[in-house]
């Protein structure tokens, strides 16, 4: 099965207010992790890294938390704007060569 | 730079057909992957590539071959084509080296229906 999972398959955000995506990991040995946006009809687009020996990490309204504890991992978007609304999968380094991706987390903005 | 680019946007291939998806990075990255994605779905690695005539299975290799002749081009081949392989087909790159991160760079992918 997938190692790594999603809490929720949609999530609907009024214009404006932030966004949270959630994503479980099983392999407390992974090392790195992705999130990736992906348009409709586009492949996926990097957007933040974080890497096992941090717990937080911003980009551009964009800020990756790493609770290592739970396996847990979320990317906080903030002021969510239609431009925004993507599928968005996280992504685990399984080994050095290879990434395990979640199902992906469909975010809807609402004007 | 191009960045990552794959030929064919889409194809119809009927059951036992073969083809080969082409994939070319201009980025002079070494390491290369193909992904599948179904509907819904994350990405599932089927091949990759840490460099020229080096390629290795990945989760879901079966019903493809891959070849590294170049840096630059990672073909997938599908031999006989089962309605099991109808999916969108991505192709990525990274330059991956001691201490980076594995930040991947992909195509726009081929959508791929058998029939």
């Known amino acids: 099965g997938e190692s790594v999972g999603l809490h929720l398959p949609t999530l609907s955000v009024q214009e404006g207010d932030n966004s949270i995506i959630n994503c479980a990991y099983s392999n407390s040995a992974s090392d790195y992790f992705i999130w990736y946006k992906q348009e409709s009809g586009k492949g996926p687009q990097f957007i933040i890294d974080?890497?096992?020996n941090m717990d937080k990490r911003q980009g551009q309204r964009v800020t990756v938390l790493l609770n290592k504890t739970v396996k847990h991992l979320s990317l906080q978007i903030a002021a969510t704007q239609p431009g925004d609304s993507a599928v968005y999968f996280c992504a685990e380094n399984h080994s050095n060569y290879q990434l395990i991706w979640g199902a992906g987390t469909k975010l809807i903005i609402k004007p | 730079n191009a960045g990552v680019t794959q030929t064919p946007k889409f194809r119809i291939l009927k059951i036992g057909q073969s083809m080969t998806l082409q994939c070319t990075q201009d980025?002079?990255?070494?390491?290369m992957y193909w992904y599948r994605q179904d509907p819904g779905m994350g990405l599932k690695l089927i091949y990759y590539?840490?460099?020229?005539?080096?390629?290795d299975k990945g989760e879901v290799p079966n019903g493809y071959n891959v070849s590294r002749s170049t840096t630059e081009d990672f073909p997938l081949r599908l031999e006989l084509a089962a309605p099991s392989q109808t999916s969108v087909y991505f192709c990525?790159?990274?330059?991956?080296?001691?201490?980076?991160?594995?930040?991947?760079?992909f195509g726009p992918g081929t959508r791929l229906t058998v029939l």
């Open positions: 980025m002079n990255h070494n390491y």
């Open positions: 974080i890497r096992s």
């Open positions: 590539s840490v460099g020229a005539g080096i390629t």
């Open positions: 990525a790159s990274t330059r991956r080296l001691a201490g980076e991160m594995d930040t991947q760079y």
